[in-house]
C-alpha cells in the first residue's frame, strides 16, 4: 500500500506470490535532489525536504530492494500471504512548508495490483479528527459515489433505491430531486422497457404538474420520445445521450450534501473562484497590470493520461 502524509510519505505492498513484483518510483526535481544540507545552513533540519527513498527504513523490511540512486523502491513479495514492505521518504515535510508537491509512479503494480493511496486517512488523524468521524465522512463519500456510479450507469431504480435506504427522509423533503430521476427513469424506460410499461409510469408523472407549474415542460419534453419510432435519430435525441445524466448526477450530489449539514460547493472549488475574481479585480484596477497573463487554469488542468 502507498502511503504519503504531512510527515513522510511511505510504500507499503503486500502479496501472496513468489514472483509477484511492485516497482514505485520518486519523481521530483534534480534541483531539490541535488540540494545538500549545507544549503540550508543553520535551518537544515527545519527546511530540508523529501527527495528520494530512505534506504533507513527499508532495511527495516527484507523484501524491498532501492536501486543506486534511492529512487526506485521493489518489493519482492514472499511466499506467506499477509507479509508486506514499507518504506519512508528521507525527510519529512517541514512544517514551514505551507504546500509541497512529492510525486510517485508506479511502474508496475505486481500480478495482483494490491497498491493503493491512503494519505486521506492519515491527513485526518494528523489534523486531529477522531477514527470514528473520519469513518462516518468517509462511508458518506463512499456512499454518494456508489449513487452516482448507478446514475451514470442508468439504473435509477436502484438509485431511488438505496437513497431511500441512506437517507430515508431525503427524497420526501427534496420533491426537486425526485422529480429528476423519475424523468431520467422514464427516458430509460424509453430505452428498454415495453410501451404499455413506461406509458404507465408517464401518467404518474403528472401528479408532478400539480406540485409545480415548472414541472410541465420537462415534462413535455420527455414525453416527446414516444412520437418517435426512433427516439435515437429524432430531434430530441440528446435526451437519450448518456451525458443527460452529468447534470443529474451533480444536482443530486449537491443535495446530498446539503441535506447532510455540508457545503454544497467543495472548498478548493471556492477558493479557485476566488482567486479568478482577485485576478480580475486586480487587473481592472491597474494594480498589477502583468496579472491579465496570469492563467490560473494551467495550474489546476491535469493529464489525465
Known amino acids: 500500500m502507498l502511503t504519503s502524509s ?95 508537491y512529492f510525486e510517485v509512479k508506479v511502474i508496475s503494480k505486481g500480478k495482483d495490483g494490491y497498491i493503493g493511496v491512503e494519505t486521506v486517512k492519515l491527513f485526518a488523524n494528523a489534523t486531529g479528527i477522531n477514527d470514528s468521524s473520519l469513518e462516518s465522512q468517509l462511508d458518506d463519500i463512499k456512499n454518494r459515489q456508489k449513487i452516482s456510479d448507478l446514475l451514470l450507469n442508468g439504473d435509477v431504480e436502484k438509485v431511488i433505491a438505496e437513497l431511500n435506504r441512506l437517507y430515508p427522509e431525503f427524497l420526501l423533503k427534496r420533491r426537486d430531486i425526485l422529480f429528476k430521476l423519475y424523468c431520467q427513469k422514464f427516458i430509460e424506460m424509453i430505452k428498454v422497457a415495453p410501451l404499455e410499461d413506461t406509458l404507465a409510469f408517464g ?10 407549474p ?22 430530441v435525441s440528446y435526451l437519450m445521450q448518456p451525458s443527460r445524466r452529468d447534470p443529474i448526477v451533480s ?32 487587473v481592472v484596477h491597474n494594480a498589477a497590470p502583468s496579472a491579465i497573463f496570469m492563467n490560473l487554469n494551467e495550474f489546476i488542468e491535469h493529464d489525465e493520461n
Open 6 to 100: 504531512s510527515s513522510s510519505s511511505s510504500s507499503q505492498q503486500s502479496s501472496s506470490s513468489m514472483k509477484d513484483v511492485t516497482m514505485v518510483d520518486c519523481l521530483v526535481s534534480d534541483e531539490l535532489n541535488n540540494t545538500s544540507s549545507s544549503y540550508y545552513g543553520p535551518f537544515s533540519g527545519l527546511l530540508e525536504l523529501p527527495t528520494h527513498w530512505s534506504s533507513k527504513e527499508k532495511e527495516k523490511s527484507g523484501n524491498l530492494d532501492l536501486n543506486s540512486s534511492n529512487m526506485r523502491v521493489t518489493y519482492k513479495s514472499p511466499k506467506e500471504n499477509g507479509d508486506a514492505g514499507l518504506v519512508r521518504a528521507n525527510h519529512p515535510i517541514p512544517p514551514a512548508c505551507g504546500i509541497y
Open 251 to 282: 444536482d443530486l450530489n449537491r443535495a446530498l450534501l446539503v441535506y447532510c449539514n455540508k457545503p454544497s460547493t467543495p472548498v478548493l472549488e471556492k477558493i479557485v473562484k476566488q482567486v479568478k475574481v482577485v485576478i480580475n479585480e486586480v
Open 203 to 212: 401518467k404518474d408523472l403528472y401528479k408532478f404538474i400539480q406540485e409545480s
Open 214 to 235: 415548472e414541472n410541465e415542460a420537462s415534462l413535455n419534453e420527455v414525453f416527446s420520445l414516444i412520437a418517435y419510432q426512433d427516439p435515437y435519430s429524432s430531434p
